[in-house]
Protein backbone atom coordinates (compact mmCIF):
# COMPACT_ATOMS: atom_id res chain seq x y z
CA UNK A 1 0.00 0.00 0.00
CA UNK A 2 1.35 3.38 -0.57
CA UNK A 3 0.68 6.41 1.63
CA UNK A 4 1.78 9.83 1.56
CA UNK A 5 3.02 11.73 4.63
CA UNK A 6 -0.38 13.48 5.13
CA UNK A 7 -2.00 9.64 5.24
CA UNK A 8 -3.43 9.64 1.58
CA UNK A 9 -3.36 6.51 0.52
CA UNK A 10 -2.48 6.89 -2.95
CA UNK A 11 -4.17 4.14 -5.19
CA UNK A 12 -4.35 6.01 -8.62
CA UNK A 13 -2.28 6.16 -11.85
CA UNK A 14 -2.66 8.91 -14.37
CA UNK A 15 -0.87 8.59 -17.67
CA UNK A 16 -0.08 11.21 -20.00
CA UNK A 17 0.84 9.44 -23.06
CA UNK A 18 1.31 11.94 -25.30
CA UNK A 19 1.21 15.89 -25.30
CA UNK A 20 0.27 16.56 -28.48
CA UNK A 21 -3.04 17.33 -29.50
CA UNK A 22 -5.54 18.09 -32.35
CA UNK A 23 -6.80 20.82 -30.32
CA UNK A 24 -6.24 23.87 -29.26
CA UNK A 25 -8.23 24.76 -26.07
CA UNK A 26 -7.69 28.34 -24.42
CA UNK A 27 -7.08 26.92 -20.97
CA UNK A 28 -4.42 24.10 -21.84
CA UNK A 29 -3.08 24.70 -25.11
CA UNK A 30 -4.03 27.21 -26.86
CA UNK A 31 -0.46 28.14 -28.73
CA UNK A 32 1.33 24.23 -29.99
CA UNK A 33 4.26 24.69 -27.45
CA UNK A 34 7.19 25.90 -29.18
CA UNK A 35 9.08 22.53 -28.47
CA UNK A 36 8.17 19.12 -27.81
CA UNK A 37 9.63 16.40 -26.11
CA UNK A 38 11.89 14.63 -28.29
CA UNK A 39 10.81 11.51 -29.83
CA UNK A 40 13.74 9.44 -28.18
CA UNK A 41 12.22 11.16 -24.86
CA UNK A 42 9.01 9.56 -24.91
CA UNK A 43 8.48 6.30 -22.64
CA UNK A 44 7.16 3.48 -25.74
CA UNK A 45 4.24 1.38 -24.32
CA UNK A 46 6.22 -1.34 -23.45
CA UNK A 47 8.34 1.11 -20.76
CA UNK A 48 4.92 2.34 -19.78
CA UNK A 49 3.58 -1.19 -19.55
CA UNK A 50 6.71 -2.08 -17.10
CA UNK A 51 6.68 0.85 -14.77
CA UNK A 52 2.42 0.25 -15.03
CA UNK A 53 3.22 -3.63 -13.73
CA UNK A 54 5.23 -2.20 -10.91
CA UNK A 55 2.58 0.21 -9.33
CA UNK A 56 -0.02 -2.08 -9.42
CA UNK A 57 2.04 -4.51 -7.84
CA UNK A 58 2.74 -2.15 -4.98
CA UNK A 59 -0.97 -0.70 -5.00
CA UNK A 60 -2.72 0.97 -7.68
CA UNK A 61 -5.84 0.07 -8.26
CA UNK A 62 -7.20 2.65 -11.00
CA UNK A 63 -5.80 3.77 -13.89
CA UNK A 64 -6.36 6.94 -16.34
CA UNK A 65 -4.71 7.45 -19.67
CA UNK A 66 -4.65 10.53 -20.55
CA UNK A 67 -2.81 13.01 -22.97
CA UNK A 68 -2.50 15.82 -24.24
CA UNK A 69 -5.17 14.20 -26.62
CA UNK A 70 -4.61 10.22 -25.96
CA UNK A 71 -6.29 9.28 -29.25
CA UNK A 72 -3.83 10.76 -31.79
CA UNK A 73 -2.11 7.49 -31.55
CA UNK A 74 -4.02 5.38 -33.29
CA UNK A 75 -2.87 2.25 -31.55
CA UNK A 76 -3.47 3.16 -28.38
CA UNK A 77 -5.71 -0.02 -28.03
CA UNK A 78 -2.14 -1.94 -27.80
CA UNK A 79 -1.68 -0.23 -23.90
CA UNK A 80 -5.12 -1.12 -22.80
CA UNK A 81 -4.75 -4.45 -23.72
CA UNK A 82 -1.88 -5.18 -22.50
CA UNK A 83 -3.18 -3.35 -18.51
CA UNK A 84 -6.00 -5.29 -18.92
CA UNK A 85 -4.21 -8.76 -20.03
CA UNK A 86 -2.09 -8.19 -16.73
CA UNK A 87 -4.94 -7.00 -14.18
CA UNK A 88 -8.91 -7.79 -16.31
CA UNK A 89 -10.25 -5.94 -12.84
CA UNK A 90 -8.71 -2.89 -12.99
CA UNK A 91 -10.58 0.27 -13.18
CA UNK A 92 -9.18 1.52 -16.16
CA UNK A 93 -10.51 4.81 -17.65
CA UNK A 94 -10.01 7.08 -20.75
CA UNK A 95 -9.95 10.88 -20.84
CA UNK A 96 -10.27 12.14 -24.22
CA UNK A 97 -11.47 15.20 -26.33
CA UNK A 98 -13.62 12.60 -28.27
CA UNK A 99 -12.81 13.35 -31.61
CA UNK A 100 -11.01 10.65 -32.80
CA UNK A 101 -13.34 8.27 -30.44
CA UNK A 102 -15.82 6.77 -33.61
CA UNK A 103 -12.61 5.19 -35.45
CA UNK A 104 -11.26 3.53 -31.88
CA UNK A 105 -14.08 2.96 -29.78
CA UNK A 106 -14.87 -0.81 -31.03
CA UNK A 107 -10.99 -1.71 -30.86
CA UNK A 108 -10.80 0.36 -26.90
CA UNK A 109 -13.51 -1.61 -25.58
CA UNK A 110 -12.40 -4.76 -27.01
CA UNK A 111 -8.81 -4.35 -25.52
CA UNK A 112 -10.62 -3.97 -21.87
CA UNK A 113 -11.44 -0.48 -21.80
CA UNK A 114 -14.21 0.18 -18.83
CA UNK A 115 -14.83 4.16 -18.29
CA UNK A 116 -14.55 7.13 -21.11
CA UNK A 117 -14.94 10.80 -20.03
CA UNK A 118 -15.33 12.91 -22.83
CA UNK A 119 -14.76 16.55 -22.68
CA UNK A 120 -17.42 19.02 -24.13
CA UNK A 121 -17.32 22.70 -22.71
CA UNK A 122 -20.12 23.75 -25.38
CA UNK A 123 -22.91 22.13 -27.36
CA UNK A 124 -23.01 25.79 -29.74
CA UNK A 125 -20.79 25.26 -32.47
CA UNK A 126 -19.56 28.56 -32.72
CA UNK A 127 -18.94 28.82 -28.70
CA UNK A 128 -16.97 24.95 -29.49
CA UNK A 129 -15.13 25.99 -32.40
CA UNK A 130 -14.00 29.34 -29.78
CA UNK A 131 -12.90 27.29 -27.30
CA UNK A 132 -10.90 24.63 -28.99
CA UNK A 133 -10.01 26.32 -32.44
CA UNK A 134 -11.68 23.33 -34.14
CA UNK A 135 -14.95 23.08 -35.67
CA UNK A 136 -16.06 19.40 -35.05
CA UNK A 137 -18.84 19.45 -32.49
CA UNK A 138 -20.83 17.29 -34.60
CA UNK A 139 -17.92 14.74 -34.61
CA UNK A 140 -17.69 14.77 -30.74
CA UNK A 141 -21.24 14.92 -30.36
CA UNK A 142 -21.11 11.52 -32.69
CA UNK A 143 -18.18 9.92 -30.46
CA UNK A 144 -20.20 10.24 -27.49
CA UNK A 145 -23.04 8.73 -28.97
CA UNK A 146 -21.04 5.62 -30.11
CA UNK A 147 -19.47 5.16 -26.87
CA UNK A 148 -22.48 5.32 -24.92
CA UNK A 149 -24.13 2.56 -27.25
CA UNK A 150 -21.06 0.51 -26.99
CA UNK A 151 -21.85 -0.20 -23.46
CA UNK A 152 -18.60 1.80 -22.22
CA UNK A 153 -19.73 3.89 -19.04
CA UNK A 154 -19.36 7.27 -19.98
CA UNK A 155 -19.34 11.07 -18.53
CA UNK A 156 -18.71 14.30 -19.72
CA UNK A 157 -16.13 16.89 -18.51
CA UNK A 158 -17.16 20.72 -18.73
CA UNK A 159 -14.82 23.38 -17.90
CA UNK A 160 -17.22 26.89 -17.24
CA UNK A 161 -15.76 30.08 -18.01
CA UNK A 162 -17.34 33.10 -17.66
CA UNK A 163 -18.28 35.55 -20.69
CA UNK A 164 -17.81 31.94 -22.55
CA UNK A 165 -19.54 29.06 -22.10
CA UNK A 166 -21.57 30.08 -18.76
CA UNK A 167 -24.53 30.16 -20.37
CA UNK A 168 -24.39 26.72 -21.31
CA UNK A 169 -24.68 25.48 -17.45
CA UNK A 170 -28.37 24.00 -18.21
CA UNK A 171 -28.00 22.79 -21.69
CA UNK A 172 -25.32 20.81 -20.92
CA UNK A 173 -26.56 19.48 -17.56
CA UNK A 174 -29.82 18.84 -19.78
CA UNK A 175 -27.87 17.28 -22.30
CA UNK A 176 -26.18 14.98 -19.97
CA UNK A 177 -29.35 14.38 -17.79
CA UNK A 178 -31.68 13.25 -20.93
CA UNK A 179 -28.36 10.77 -21.93
CA UNK A 180 -28.35 9.74 -18.26
CA UNK A 181 -24.75 10.13 -18.01
CA UNK A 182 -22.61 12.18 -15.50
CA UNK A 183 -21.71 15.60 -16.17
CA UNK A 184 -18.46 17.20 -13.71
CA UNK A 185 -18.43 20.65 -14.53
CA UNK A 186 -14.54 21.83 -13.66
CA UNK A 187 -13.45 25.23 -12.36
CA UNK A 188 -10.61 26.41 -14.57
CA UNK A 189 -7.18 26.56 -12.84
CA UNK A 190 -5.15 29.15 -14.04
CA UNK A 191 -1.63 27.90 -15.55
CA UNK A 192 0.81 30.04 -17.74
CA UNK A 193 0.48 27.95 -20.51
CA UNK A 194 -3.25 28.93 -20.65
CA UNK A 195 -4.48 32.71 -21.89
CA UNK A 196 -4.68 34.93 -19.54
CA UNK A 197 -7.46 36.73 -19.70
CA UNK A 198 -9.56 33.47 -18.64
CA UNK A 199 -11.63 33.84 -15.46
CA UNK A 200 -13.48 30.83 -13.95
CA UNK A 201 -17.55 30.18 -12.97
CA UNK A 202 -16.78 29.28 -9.42
CA UNK A 203 -18.86 25.81 -8.26
CA UNK A 204 -21.47 28.23 -5.92
CA UNK A 205 -21.97 30.49 -9.32
CA UNK A 206 -22.32 27.44 -11.22
CA UNK A 207 -24.60 25.60 -8.29
CA UNK A 208 -27.29 28.53 -8.20
CA UNK A 209 -27.47 28.68 -11.69
CA UNK A 210 -28.79 24.72 -11.86
CA UNK A 211 -30.47 25.51 -8.33
CA UNK A 212 -33.27 27.77 -10.93
CA UNK A 213 -34.04 24.37 -12.60
CA UNK A 214 -34.29 21.56 -9.95
CA UNK A 215 -33.76 21.01 -6.13
CA UNK A 216 -30.41 19.54 -5.29
CA UNK A 217 -28.40 18.19 -2.42
CA UNK A 218 -24.71 17.01 -2.03
CA UNK A 219 -24.95 13.16 -2.03
CA UNK A 220 -21.75 10.94 0.16
CA UNK A 221 -18.75 11.23 -2.74
CA UNK A 222 -17.24 7.91 -3.10
CA UNK A 223 -14.15 8.54 -1.26
CA UNK A 224 -11.16 9.95 -3.19
CA UNK A 225 -13.53 11.21 -6.08
CA UNK A 226 -12.29 14.52 -7.32
CA UNK A 227 -15.60 15.61 -7.75
CA UNK A 228 -17.99 16.89 -5.33
CA UNK A 229 -21.35 14.99 -6.08
CA UNK A 230 -25.01 16.12 -6.14
CA UNK A 231 -28.08 15.07 -7.05
CA UNK A 232 -31.35 16.62 -8.72
CA UNK A 233 -34.40 15.86 -7.22
CA UNK A 234 -35.42 13.19 -10.21
CA UNK A 235 -32.33 11.43 -8.79
CA UNK A 236 -29.91 12.81 -11.62
CA UNK A 237 -26.53 13.47 -10.15
CA UNK A 238 -23.59 15.18 -11.42
CA UNK A 239 -20.06 16.64 -9.91
CA UNK A 240 -18.46 19.57 -9.66
CA UNK A 241 -14.45 19.44 -9.33
CA UNK A 242 -13.42 22.54 -6.87
CA UNK A 243 -9.68 22.84 -7.27
CA UNK A 244 -9.90 26.33 -4.94
CA UNK A 245 -11.57 24.12 -2.27
CA UNK A 246 -9.55 22.80 0.55
CA UNK A 247 -11.03 19.18 0.19
CA UNK A 248 -9.89 18.76 -3.51
CA UNK A 249 -6.31 18.07 -1.79
CA UNK A 250 -7.40 16.62 1.69
CA UNK A 251 -8.91 13.13 -0.66
CA UNK A 252 -6.45 13.06 -3.83
CA UNK A 253 -4.97 9.68 -3.78
CA UNK A 254 -3.22 10.18 -7.39
CA UNK A 255 0.35 10.51 -9.05
CA UNK A 256 0.74 11.02 -12.72
CA UNK A 257 3.35 9.58 -15.02
CA UNK A 258 4.24 12.28 -18.16
CA UNK A 259 4.86 10.79 -21.46
CA UNK A 260 8.39 11.33 -21.11
CA UNK A 261 8.58 9.25 -17.86
CA UNK A 262 8.26 11.65 -15.41
CA UNK A 263 6.71 10.68 -12.34
CA UNK A 264 4.90 13.89 -10.77
CA UNK A 265 3.73 14.48 -7.12
CA UNK A 266 0.95 17.36 -7.56
CA UNK A 267 -0.78 18.87 -10.21
CA UNK A 268 -0.04 22.86 -9.41
CA UNK A 269 3.87 22.09 -8.97
CA UNK A 270 6.43 21.97 -11.04
CA UNK A 271 8.62 18.76 -8.83
CA UNK A 272 9.10 15.21 -10.76
CA UNK A 273 11.41 12.50 -10.56
CA UNK A 274 11.90 11.07 -14.24
CA UNK A 275 12.20 6.65 -14.08
CA UNK A 276 13.22 6.53 -17.62
CA UNK A 277 16.77 5.29 -17.44
CA UNK A 278 16.19 3.55 -14.43
CA UNK A 279 13.41 0.76 -15.84
CA UNK A 280 15.68 -2.56 -15.91
CA UNK A 281 15.47 -2.40 -11.98
CA UNK A 282 12.43 -3.14 -10.37
CA UNK A 283 13.44 -2.12 -7.11
CA UNK A 284 14.93 1.63 -8.02
CA UNK A 285 11.46 1.87 -9.85
CA UNK A 286 9.36 0.87 -6.55
CA UNK A 287 12.19 3.65 -4.66
CA UNK A 288 11.47 6.43 -7.33
CA UNK A 289 7.73 5.96 -6.52
CA UNK A 290 8.06 6.00 -3.13
CA UNK A 291 9.95 9.48 -3.06
CA UNK A 292 7.33 11.14 -5.04
CA UNK A 293 4.70 10.14 -3.14
CA UNK A 294 6.59 11.71 -0.39
CA UNK A 295 7.09 14.88 -1.52
CA UNK A 296 3.68 15.43 -2.07
CA UNK A 297 2.24 18.81 -0.37
CA UNK A 298 -0.29 18.81 1.65
CA UNK A 299 -2.08 21.33 -0.80
CA UNK A 300 -1.94 23.22 -4.11
CA UNK A 301 -1.69 26.63 -4.46
CA UNK A 302 -5.44 27.30 -6.19
CA UNK A 303 -7.01 26.57 -3.02
CA UNK A 304 -4.31 29.06 -1.15
CA UNK A 305 -5.35 31.58 -3.18
CA UNK A 306 -8.99 31.47 -2.49
CA UNK A 307 -8.12 32.90 0.98
CA UNK A 308 -4.89 34.72 1.34
CA UNK A 309 -6.08 37.54 -1.01
CA UNK A 310 -2.85 39.70 0.00
CA UNK A 311 -0.37 36.54 -1.23
CA UNK A 312 1.54 37.48 -3.97
CA UNK A 313 -0.27 35.83 -6.69
CA UNK A 314 1.53 33.17 -8.22
CA UNK A 315 0.34 31.15 -11.23
CA UNK A 316 1.17 27.44 -11.81
CA UNK A 317 3.93 26.53 -14.77
CA UNK A 318 2.98 23.04 -15.30
CA UNK A 319 1.36 22.30 -18.23
CA UNK A 320 -2.40 20.03 -18.30
CA UNK A 321 -1.46 18.73 -21.53
CA UNK A 322 1.80 17.55 -20.05
CA UNK A 323 0.18 16.51 -16.72
CA UNK A 324 -2.79 14.79 -18.16
CA UNK A 325 -4.57 17.26 -16.15
N1 LIG B 1 -7.32 15.84 -24.38
C1 LIG B 1 -8.10 15.17 -23.43
C2 LIG B 1 -9.30 15.98 -23.01
O1 LIG B 1 -9.34 17.17 -23.29
O2 LIG B 1 -10.19 15.39 -22.39
C3 LIG B 1 -7.33 14.70 -22.20
C4 LIG B 1 -6.32 15.65 -21.63
S1 LIG B 1 -7.01 17.11 -20.85
C5 LIG B 1 -5.55 17.87 -20.26
C6 LIG B 1 -7.78 16.40 -19.41
C7 LIG B 1 -8.83 17.27 -18.77
O3 LIG B 1 -8.22 18.43 -18.24
C8 LIG B 1 -9.93 17.75 -19.71
O4 LIG B 1 -11.20 17.44 -19.17
C9 LIG B 1 -9.73 19.24 -19.77
O5 LIG B 1 -10.95 19.93 -19.92
C10 LIG B 1 -9.10 19.52 -18.42
N2 LIG B 1 -8.31 20.75 -18.37
C11 LIG B 1 -7.30 21.12 -19.17
N3 LIG B 1 -6.81 22.31 -18.81
C12 LIG B 1 -7.53 22.71 -17.73
C13 LIG B 1 -7.50 23.86 -16.87
N4 LIG B 1 -6.64 24.84 -17.07
N5 LIG B 1 -8.39 23.91 -15.86
C14 LIG B 1 -9.27 22.91 -15.65
N6 LIG B 1 -9.34 21.80 -16.41
C15 LIG B 1 -8.48 21.71 -17.44
FE1 LIG C 1 -6.10 19.10 -26.05
FE2 LIG C 1 -7.46 18.18 -23.98
FE3 LIG C 1 -5.75 20.23 -23.70
FE4 LIG C 1 -8.01 20.58 -25.06
S1 LIG C 1 -7.84 20.07 -22.88
S2 LIG C 1 -5.95 21.25 -25.70
S3 LIG C 1 -8.29 18.65 -26.00
S4 LIG C 1 -5.20 18.18 -24.20
Given at each position: ?????????????????????????????????????????????????????I???N???????????????????????????????????????????????????????????????????????????????????????????????????????????????????????????????????????????????????????????????????????????????????????????????????????????????????????????S?EDDKKIVNIIK???????????????????????????????????
Amino acid sequence: MLIDKYNREIDYLRISVTQRCNFRCQYCMPEKPFEWTPKEDLLTYEEMFKFIKISIDNGIKKIRITGGEPLVRDDLYKLIEMISSYKHDIDLALTTNGYLLKQQIPKLKKAGLKRVNISIDSLEKETFGYLTKKDVLSKVLEGIDLAINSGIKVKLNSVILKNINENEIINLYNFAKNKNIQIRYIEYMENENAYSNLKTLSSKEILKTIKNITNIKEVDSKVNSAAKIYEDEDGYCFGIIEPYDDSFCKTCNRIRLSANGDLIPCLYYEDSSNIKNSLEDDKKIVNIIKEVIAKRPEKNKWSYSNKLEKVEKEISSRAFYFTGG
